[in-house]
Every structure is written in C-alpha cells, then in structure tokens.
C-alpha cells in the first residue's frame, strides 16, 4: 500500500503538466445542448420553514424523471448552450450509464439565486459531483444515491464526502480545529460516516475561482483510488474506495451524479474518457 501511495503521489502531482497517452482517447460528451436524454433526473420534497435536510419527510417526493419544477434544465449562458441546475429542490441529475477507469471533465459557474435553507448571503453556495453512484436513488436523506463526493461548494471545492455509506482512505492531517485535510504525506484514514474522523476530508490547496468565473474539475477514477482536481491543482487523492452494508464491498464503478442543493449552477463541457491507467510522464 505505501508503495502504491508514493506512486500515486507522484503521478498526481504530474497530472496537468504532463501529455499522457491517455489524452489520445476519444472524449464522449455527456451533454449535448440540445436535450438531456443522457440523464435521468430524482427530486425529493421541496424544503419549507424548520426543515433541515437531515430526515426523509413523509410530503410527497417528485421522484424519478418527474422534474416538474424545472430544477435541471437547458439555459443560453454566455452565448452557449449550458445545463442549469436551479437548486430549488434537493435531488441530483444522473447518468443513465455506469462508468469505472475513467478521466472526467466539465465546467461549472456560480448563478446568483440561492434558496432555503441556505438563502442568506452569507451560506455558501453548494452543489457536488457524485461518482460511483449506485442503488437506489435518495439513499442519502432522500435526494442522492449512494456515492462518493467531488465537494463543489464555495470555498470548499474539491473536499470529499462519503455519501449514504460509501468511504475512502486519505492521506491526511489534522487542522487546529479538528478537521481534517487532504496532505499527500499524511497518515492515511478512512473518512466514512461510521469513522471517528467523519466522512468529510477537505481538499488542500485551494484553486477555486471567484464566485462568477468558470472553473474546470478533472475527475480521475482507475481501479479503487482516485485523484480531484481543481483548476489544474490537484486538491485530493483518494484510495481503497468502497461501500458499507453487513459487510464492507469495493465500489469501482457507477452512475455519475450532479447534485441541486439551494443553489444556482450552471455546467458545461461535460465529458468523459476512458483510461487504462493514471498518466504517466512520457
């Protein structure tokens, strides 16, 4: 194992700089600006006064591919033609296809609309990209499945979080108030909701843009372990993915998952390729 972590250590810290002959495989996109058939959408009840976010609630959930608020839709944004994520009821967007060992980009930008429960000024505008999403949709508190998070949020973009009993090993330090953070030369733990740590490791350094510029994410998934990236700075390396029922069980591959969470956000760009390892310098 430490082995392995040197090495990926190494090659992440590579990742942008270097051409690798993974760049010579074909991207498909997975948004096309003329629909969303690539995608099923799920929406959970629409938050009121004193909800929290925290329980499944008995109202009424808009469920599978019944969007009837428009959360997620097609928008001309800056003369192209973007996925707009309102927000305004929690649920996320997700591919209809699983996918494992692969490289994932896509461009994201704050809107300006927030919603309750974090419609203040001062909440920070959230969103998240779920990968190796599996089971049923609303595992999580009844808006998401089962997953591990690319955190995107506004100073936290890049974080992780294991979702609905998903978890990862981070090499990792711990800060003066007790968090913890991504440190490629740290102690490696488990971040999962049954881990004396938590299940949310933030990402270091921080690379996001200000609020109104477009920022890039690479996503990097090859066996077990994968690699955030921000901006063309690697922000976390994660390894040793997997899932909790009775028993604890790999998870390698799945569906991708954009989450809506009171916030505004438009995507574009998304698009994925296949690799058949992590790049290597040539």
């Keep these: 194992m430490k082995n392995n972590l040197l090495l990926l250590t190494f090659i992440a ?4 700089s270097c051409n690798s002959s993974n760049d010579k495989e074909e991207w498909t996109s997975l948004f096309n600006g003329k629909d969303l058939s690539q995608w099923d959408t799920y929406l959970g009840p629409k938050m009121t006064e004193g909800d929290s976010g925290n329980t499944v609630r008995s109202e009424q959930f ?3 591919n019944n969007d009837t608020a428009g959360v997620f839709s097609l928008a ?3 003369g192209e033609k ?3 994520v309102s927000g305004e009821i929690w649920g996320g967007i997700s591919t209809k296809k699983e996918y494992s060992n692969y490289h994932l980009q896509l461009k994201f930008k704050w809107g300006e609309k927030k919603w309750f429960p974090r419609g203040k000024d001062s ?3 959230d969103s998240g990209l779920l990968y190796h ?3 049923k949709h609303g595992a999580d508190y009844g808006y998401w499945m089962r997953s591990q998070e690319f955190q995107i949020q506004e100073g936290d973009c890049g974080d992780y979080w294991g979702v609905a009993g998903a978890l990862e090993d981070v090499p ?7 968090t913890f953070s991504y440190d490629p030369k740290g102690e490696l733990r488990e971040f999962s909701s049954s881990s004396p740590y938590g299940r949310n490791c933030k990402k270091f350094p921080d690379a996001e843009k200000p609020t109104g510029e477009w920022n890039t994410l690479d996503l990097y998934c090859f066996g077990d372990s994968s690699v955030h990236v921000v901006n063309g700075v690697v922000t976390m390396q994660l390894f040793n993915s997997r899932q909790q029922d009775e028993t604890v069980t790999p998870l390698k591959k799945g569906k991708i998952q954009i989450q809506s969470e009171s916030a505004e956000v438009f995507y574009k760009d998304i698009k994925i390729q296949s690799i058949g390892s992590f790049p290597k310098l040539d």
């Design 133 to 135: 999403g599996v089971g």
């Design 76 to 78: 001309e944004l800056d």
């Design 123 to 125: 909440d920070k505008r």
């Design 172 to 178: 990792s330090s711990m800060n003066p108030d007790s």
């Design 62 to 64: 808009l469920g599978l």
């Design 13 to 16: 810290t590579t990742l942008i």
């Design 82 to 84: 973007v996925l707009r």
